[in-house]
């Protein structure tokens, strides 16, 4: 393989994980400190967060903007 194919290989093993696996939303509780972006994955210091929606189960926290625009995007198509 060529290493544009393994890259190429690599790139559709995550965007086959992302698709496939359903994170579960980064909800707020009273001892929270951190939350997990349901985008990317990452945590997030809810003290902190600047980017955040507010859901039916509660607020949701983003690492950054990208993050909550792509959740904001998929929320307003379900």
Do not use: W
């Not at 972006?37 to 902190?48: E, N, Y």
């Amino acid at each position: 393989m060529s290493p544009n194919e393994i890259a190429v290989s690599i790139l559709a093993e995550i965007i086959q994980h992302r698709r496939t696996a359903k994170p579960s939303l980064a909800v707020e509780t009273p001892a929270a400190q951190t939350a997990i972006d349901p985008i990317c994955g990452m945590s997030v210091d809810v003290a902190t967060a600047e980017h955040r929606s507010e859901t039916s189960a509660g607020l949701v926290y983003f690492c950054c903007r990208s993050c909550k625009a792509t959740f904001d995007r998929q929320a307003a198509r379900a």
